[in-house]
Every structure is written in structure tokens, then in C-alpha cells.
């Protein structure tokens, strides 16, 4: 896959060159056996750490109140409107999500967050027992139950259907109890997106004991977690690498099989709202904003692309353009699918 491959070459290239590896105690670069060239990397981290990554998940956050807002008007006013405007809310919380996963590091992993908020496949077996054997859900309860009857997939599986032959579920599909264990779903899951953004920026937080707040791991980088800014520059170049292989060589390939013939929808992840393109999309673009620097239509601010120009333009280039290129090929899956039905 040229795509990984040019990534995994911008990560040797400019890790093995650069000239960022330490910090002095006034927290300026100071150039460590340079090699080749010379990046001052303080700027880029700031702007990853706090314009990007933070950012991101307060969107995370913001959207993930949004829906609970939109689960909780389902729950009292069970219409055909209301239901839609949940569904859609699925969709826009689940945007910065995927995005995030190109840095899929932190307390979204020391907190086992993915898993509550993520995981897959959903235990649909264990999920309609649930249904079948209790008479009401509150969110507290809810909170103890495995993470493979609660997070996205469970609220995408109840709001849309089982994606076989539609992804259009109706209100008159819904039972109540169904749309009480989605309310309380929809909080738990308020709760770990909020449990992360303040892992994120609060200092001392209870969830993480005699912790700063991470973002600041980052920034000082010299730390027990990143001894330099290289141990930033590392893990933000590794999270890309990592996502981008999970896309091209699991979210995708996997589903797909050996050929066309074999195609195993069953596999698809986001399957029951037909929202997978879109994710896999969201995944690319989440690497285009570590890459680029940009986040909601930011430019002009420091990315990973300065620092691998810095030892090599042209490779920098071609992978801004192989970033381009990944995400037009899964948009033009899009429009094939679009284009059949």
C-alpha cells in the first residue's frame, strides 16, 4: 500500500535525521547530534497538542452532549422527527471520533475509553437478553453492563436497525424500553467522553492519579512519559502509522476478503447505519489533521508535514498528496455504492 509505505518512510527518514531530540530546562529545543537537519519543533507540538488533539475531543465532547440532548427528546417525545434527529446525531458525534483515532494515544488508552466508548462487534445476543429480561435501564446500571452491549455500535444498532436490507428503522420499530436503555446509554457515554476531555486539560484529575493534566506531558516533554520532544514527535507519526494500517489492512480488507465475490458484510463495521465509508473517511482525515496541522478549517499552523519538509520537501509532498488521494479513493467507494443502488 503506497500510502503506509510513504508514512513509514517519512517516520524513518525524519526521525533517524532529526535535530529536535532535547529540551534545555528553560524549554527550548536544543539540538541533540544532529544529523542532517535542523526543525524546532515547540511550535508544531503546541499547535497538535492543543489545536488539534484537545480540540478535537471538546468537539468529541460538545457532540456527545448534543446527542444525549437528542436521545432524551426521543425518550419523551417519541416521533419520526425526533428519531431522525438522533440518528443524525449518531452520525455528528461520531465524526470527531474516527478523526480522533490518528492519535489514539493517552488517557483514551490508559483509561480503557476506546473499549467503553468502541468496541466491536456488538454482543447482539447479550443486548435483546437485556431487553427481554428487564423492565427498565438507568445509566448507572447501565455503566456495569460489558463494553459490547454499550458505546456507539449498541446505539447505532438501536436506532437504525440491522443494516441487512436498510438502514431506515421507524419510530413505530421502537419500544420504549428500547429508547430508555438508549438514553441511558447515551450518558454513559456523555460521561467517558467528558472522563477524557478532563484528563485531557485538568490538572490532579481524580481519574488518573498525581497526573497533570496530559496535554502538558506533551508540551514540557521531559517527563516520565516523553523524555524529549522526539517521544512526542514518535508517538504522533505512530498513531497515524497505526490507523492508517487499520483502515487499509483491517476495516476495509478484512470485510472484503480475497475478492469481490467473498465480500463479508457481516465484518463492516458502523454496518447497521451504513456509516462505514464515512468512518473510514473520518480516519484518513484525522491523519490529513495531524499531518497538516489543521482542524476545522484552521491553516496556516504547524503540522508533522514541516517537520518531515524540514529533512525532506519532496517526501513531505508526496505524502500530503497520498493523504489527498487515500481519502478521494474511499469518497469515490461512496459515490460507486451511490451510483449502483
Known amino acids: 500500500m503506497i500510502f503506509k509505505k510513504s508514512l513509514l518512510a517519512a517516520a524513518v527518514s525524519a526521525l533517524v535525521l532529526t ?11 536544543t539540538n541533540v547530534e544532529p544529523t542532517g537537519f535542523e526543525f524546532t519543533a515547540t511550535e508544531m507540538i503546541t499547535n497538535l497538542t492543543n489545536d488539534v488533539i484537545v480540540v478535537g475531543y471538546q468537539n468529541l465532547n460538545s457532540e456527545a452532549a448534543d446527542f444525549l440532548l437528542a436521545l432524551q427528546s426521543l425518550v419523551n417525545t417519541p416521533t419520526e422527527e425526533n428519531l431522525l434527529a438522533a440518528q443524525q446525531a449518531w452520525k455528528d458525534v461520531r465524526v470527531p471520533w474516527e478523526q480522533g483515532e490518528a492519535h489514539i494515544f493517552g488517557p483514551v488508552d490508559a483509561l480503557s475509553i476506546d473499549p467503553h466508548l468502541d468496541t466491536w462487534p456488538l454482543n447482539t445476543s447479550d443486548l435483546q437478553a437485556l431487553l427481554d ?9 447501565l455503566a456495569t453492563f ?10 447505532e444498532f438501536l436506532l437504525f436497525g ?6 431506515e428503522k421507524h419510530i ?3 419500544t420504549s424500553l428500547e429508547r430508555e436503555y438508549l438514553s441511558a446509554a447515551a450518558e454513559v457515554f456523555k460521561g467517558y467522553t467528558q472522563t477524557l476531555y478532563d484528563a485531557w486539560v485538568v490538572a490532579n484529575n481524580p481519574n488518573i492519579e498525581n497526573s497533570p493534566a496530559y496535554k502538558e506531558l506533551l508540551l514540557t516533554a521531559n517527563n516520565d512519559v516523553y523524555a524529549s520532544q522526539l517521544g512526542v514527535v514518535e508517538e504522533l507519526i505512530n498513531g497515524m502509522i497505526g490507523i492508517v ?9 478484512e470485510p472484503f476478503g480475497s475478492s469481490i465475490s467473498n465480500i463479508d458484510t457481516s ?9 462505514s465509508l464515512a468512518d473510514f473517511t473520518d480516519n484518513i482525515r484525522g491523519v490529513q489533521n495531524v499531518y497538516r496541522g489543521e482542524f476545522l478549517g484552521q491553516s496556516d499552523k504547524s503540522g508533522i508535514i514541516d517537520f518531515v519538509s524540514a529533512a525532506d520537501a519532496e517526501l513531505a509532498t508526496r505524502i500530503d498528496a497520498e493523504i489527498v488521494d487515500a481519502i478521494a479513493a474511499i469518497e469515490a467507494i461512496i459515490r460507486r455504492i451511490r451510483f449502483t443502488i
Open 267 to 275: 465484518k463492516v463495521e458502523s454496518q447497521y447505519s451504513w456509516n
Open 133 to 141: 429480561s428487564q423492565e427498565s435501564f438507568n445509566a448507572e446500571e
Open 19 to 29: 535535530a529536535c531530540g532535547g529540551s534545555s530546562s528553560g524549554g527550548e529545543e
Open 172 to 174: 413505530t420499530d421502537m
Open 245 to 253: 494500517d487499520e483502515v487499509g489492512n483491517g476495516k476495509i480488507a
Open 146 to 155: 460489558n463494553d459490547d452491549v454499550q458505546g456507539f455500535h449498541t446505539m
Open 162 to 167: 440491522d443494516g441487512v436490507t436498510t438502514n
